[in-house]
């Protein structure tokens, strides 16, 4: 069945990066689309970037110029870049496939804590 398992999360001061990792079974990888989003406490599940099978991504707004998506294909894993982090990038990442506006896998999450 379709697996995807988010890591690479942590505390990390603002300012800082941090390197996110999204490992993916049980479908066709090359042919995916992978979608993060991030929820913070008491918010809405927020979409944070889409990268499609061609490589081709697009970045919330929130995050634009700070984030990068890539994909390893021979790895079956997808990564988000995360740089110059501040407080309010603080809440649980996932990965999801395939891109909205339909997500019908969701990884677990991995908690991003953007702390002094």
């Known amino acids: 069945q379709v697996q995807l398992v988010e890591s690479g999360g942590g505390l990390v001061q603002p300012g800082g990066f941090l390197r996110l990792s999204c490992a993916a079974s049980?479908?066709?990888?090359?042919?995916?689309?992978i979608s993060w989003f991030r929820q913070a406490p008491g918010q809405e599940r927020e979409g944070v970037s889409c990268?499609?099978?061609?490589?081709?991504?697009n970045y919330g707004e929130s995050v634009m110029g700070r984030f990068t998506t890539s994909r390893d294909n021979a790895k079956r894993t997808f990564y988000l870049q995360m740089n110059n982090l501040k407080p309010e990038d603080t809440a649980v990442y996932y990965c999801?496939?395939?891109?909205?506006?339909?997500?019908?896998?969701w990884g677990k999450g991995t908690l991003v804590n953007v702390s002094s």
């Open positions: 999801g496939t395939p891109c909205p506006p339909q997500v019908d896998y």
């Open positions: 049980g479908f066709d990888f090359d042919s995916a689309a």
């Open positions: 990268i499609e099978s061609d490589g081709s991504a």
